[in-house]
């Protein structure tokens, strides 16, 4: 069944877009598709940094189409008064190899042997660079984990703790949905949602090195793991 999105010029429909990508990468599956891209042209301008995760997802989408395209079909989305993007509408990289082009003509009265300008170059990099991290985003499984963070006594500012939770960012690492928990005495435990990318995101070392740690610390007594699933 296809995602609906509706009135994203509205700040309504940003926050329905924003809510929808709380824990998600892309629009539908786990890659960048033809279904980013409707929505992403649906959007008349970048989207305020008020809707955090719209902006990740827009600001990522942004960087695949300068540097490398996106080809991936899919599952269907459809955003009112948009139509879906199509097989020849799909963005692909403005970059241009300069010596591939001469190689297909040898007719054309082009140096072959010239030198690459310092923007093909870096150009060049990008793409190798972006082809690699896709393929290890494709190689790399997901999990949902759930958190117990708890708090030094029933006077810690629990609004302040989990900002201070939410401030740890780090690359697929995406905080999710999260509700305070009454453990007893008049102190409130946190639980908290959380998605990683398993080859980029240990959570012993999430928990140790920053929720465990200063200046999180401030706030955080401790943290426990109450469930972990492969997504």
């Given at each position: 069944?296809?995602?609906?999105?509706?009135?994203?010029?509205?700040?309504?429909?940003?926050?329905?877009?924003?809510?929808?990508?709380?824990?998600?990468?892309?629009?539908?599956?786990?890659?960048?598709?033809?279904?980013?891209?409707?929505?992403?042209?649906?959007?008349?301008?970048?989207?305020?940094?008020?809707?955090?995760?719209?902006?990740?997802?827009?600001?990522?989408?942004?960087?695949?189409?300068?540097?490398?395209?996106?080809?991936?079909?899919?599952?269907?989305?459809?955003?009112?008064?948009?139509?879906?993007?199509?097989?020849?509408?799909?963005?692909t990289p403005p970059?241009?190899?300069?010596?591939?082009?001469?190689?297909?003509?040898?007719?054309?009265?082009?140096?072959?042997?010239?030198?690459?300008?310092?923007?093909?170059?870096?150009?060049?990099?990008?793409?190798?660079?972006?082809?690699?991290?896709s393929a290890k985003?494709?190689?790399?499984?997901?999990?949902?984990?759930?958190?117990?963070?708890?708090?030094?006594d029933d006077e810690?500012?629990?609004?302040?703790?989990?900002?201070?939770?939410?401030?740890?960012?780090?690359?697929?690492?995406?905080?999710?949905?999260?509700?305070?928990?009454?453990?007893?005495?008049?102190?409130?435990?946190?639980?908290?949602?959380?998605?990683?990318?398993?080859?980029?995101?240990?959570?012993?070392?999430?928990?140790?090195?920053?929720?465990?740690?200063?200046?999180?610390?401030?706030?955080?007594?401790?943290?426990?793991?109450?469930?972990?699933?492969?997504?």
């Open positions: 069944m296809a995602v609906a999105f509706y009135d994203l010029g509205s700040a309504s429909g940003l926050k329905k877009l924003d809510e929808y990508l709380l824990t998600r990468s892309y629009i539908t599956g786990y890659q960048a598709s033809k279904d980013d891209i409707t929505v992403h042209a649906a959007l008349q301008k970048p989207p305020s940094s008020e809707f955090v995760n719209v902006s990740r997802w827009y600001n990522h989408i942004e960087a695949l189409l300068r540097i490398s395209g996106v080809s991936a079909e899919g599952c269907g989305v459809t955003v009112e008064g948009f139509a879906p993007i199509t097989g020849e509408a799909v963005a970059a241009r190899d300069t010596k591939a082009a001469a190689a297909d003509d040898d007719d054309d009265d082009v140096d072959l042997f010239g030198e690459e300008t310092e923007e093909e170059k870096k150009a060049t990099e990008e793409r190798a660079a972006a082809v690699k991290a985003k494709k190689e790399s499984g997901k999990s949902s984990v759930l958190l117990d963070v708890k708090p030094w810690t500012d629990m609004k302040k703790l989990e900002e201070a939770v939410r401030s740890v960012q780090m690359e697929g690492l995406f905080w999710g949905a999260s509700k305070l928990v009454p453990v007893g005495y008049g102190i409130k435990k946190l639980q908290i949602m959380l998605t990683i990318v398993d080859d980029l995101v240990s959570v012993d070392t999430l928990i140790e090195d920053h929720l465990t740690a200063e200046p999180v610390n401030e706030y955080v007594q401790s943290c426990d793991i109450v469930a972990f699933n492969k997504i």
